[in-house]
């Protein structure tokens, strides 16, 4: 009786924990992503890439959950240094996900640092990546370990209405006295590096053979030169044209084009962008180029370092690739995509080439002050748009909703080099200026022809490099600041002096005071 007691007891436990053991919740995943600041969707009240993954993942994978731990850096020597400095016992790494730039691509490669993706598994970025990117990271090794996220040239940003083209057109421009206190170059050894080599070797560079097929290498070697007598060249060209500018600087470039205070800035093609953005905002239209010698183009890559969790390292890559999400990437960050298709063709189209409003039945956000409904379109798709004609006559309405038709020039500048055969047609994008946003995100196919990676050097020459880069910033001061620290030195110095005197008369004051004491002691005993 006992025994059948303690069984049916038994049965009875098991029931109880049985349903608790069923329902139990998965615990949610954790991706680890580190990635530059202001380097991805992130508008709450828009598109929030890291929200929508999360909820995407969870409706795809049975409501698994996932929370990604986003995190961002300054530069690509703060994410190394990050990796190493929180590298496991094991040696991974604490990041599933992180985004360096070329050099570091390559040096992170070398190292043994990254895992190998699995292509089978990024189908939308194989289906949808440029040819001209997929070449070039499967002719440099680089296709396996990392992905494409953003890419780029370097040039100037200037506003031609106090700078002639054919003068910013060349690496020399910074020399220029016209435009003395109105140019600023990177505060970064390696992009002012490339500056400085395009103007050392511009005689060079310019005597090159374009039509060769052997070109872009013949650049990639005078723009990847390292060598201690190049480096040396380099300080001295750089210490002699900062008294030209204006300064140096990283980000606040954007917003001093835009305002006016510079009339040349040294710039990545996507900042270029969006200063051009904000900067048609306030009525200025400020133009791109990059100069005719040659200049860098730059990549922006995903790699998953040593230990990462590639299944879902992999599957929040994926849901980026998707084309949709490429365009809010696209439009949010400013800086070119390295996925193509016919929905990003037509996004390109209609937000950086030549747009006109046609009349329309329904409502829209464009309205006439007579009631008539308009919209926005590209201007190939204009029911008068001749793309035999060299100009177009636009319409858009002015402040006070009036009709407004105006004849602009037309340019057609192809994207067939880079779009290739994930695109239908030509590949023409009809656009009324040659240098501006347009052109900064995908330049013709002779520019990118003169535009070469940076490639990464070993430490005993970066050092040689990061040393003259120093020597360089050395004594870099304006005038003002200057006679403020002088002056600041002066006080502080001033302060210790007085300080010091003052104590030391304080301690003699002391001694006489104690010598006294001790007399009067004495005489008292006696």
Known sequence: MRKLFSVILCGILLLGILPTTSCKKKEALVLNVYNWEDYIACDEEVYDMVTEFEKWYKTTHNGQSVTVNYSTFGTNENMYNELKLTQKKNGDYSYDLVCPSEYMIQKMILEGMCEKFDHSK????????????????????????????NWGTMGFTYNPEYVELADVSSWSVVTNTKYNNKITIKDSVRDSYVLALGYINREELLLLDKNSTTYTEEVAKLLNDFSNETIEKARVFLTDVRKNLYGFEVDSGKQDMATGKLWINFAWSGDAVYA?????????????????????????????????????????????????????????????????????????????????????????DYQDANGNYYEEVYVANA????????????TYLDEDANIVKENVPVYAHSVKHFFGEKIAGDGIIYTDSINRQLVAMYPTEETMARCVVMEHIETEQLKKLNNMWDSVKVGY???STMLIIVISIIVVLALVIAFIVLTKKGKRVSLRRKDFGKLIKS????
């Open 122 to 149: 990024m189908v939308n970025y194989n289906n949808n990546l440029a040819p001209y990117i997929e070449n070039l990271f499967k002719a440099n090794g680089w296709y396996d370990y990392a992905t494409c996220y």
């Open 383 to 394: 029911p008068d748009f001749n793309a035999n004609l060299s100009n177009y006559s636009v």
């Open 477 to 479: 001061m304006k005038y």
């Open 523 to 526: 005489e008292r005993i006696k």
């Open 276 to 364: 051009m953005d904000i900067a048609e905002e306030e009525g200025t239209l400020l133009e791109y180029v990059v100069p005719i010698e040659g200049s860098n183009i730059f990549f922006d890559g995903w790699v998953m370092p040593r230990g990462a969790n590639k299944e879902l390292a992999q599957c929040f890559l994926e849901f980026m690739y998707r084309e949709d999400n490429a365009i809010e990437n696209l439009d949010y960050i400013c800086y070119s995509s390295p996925m193509v298709g016919e929905d990003l063709f037509e996004y390109v189209c209609n937000n950086y080439g030549l747009t006109t409003l046609i009349p329309c039945d329904e409502e829209t």
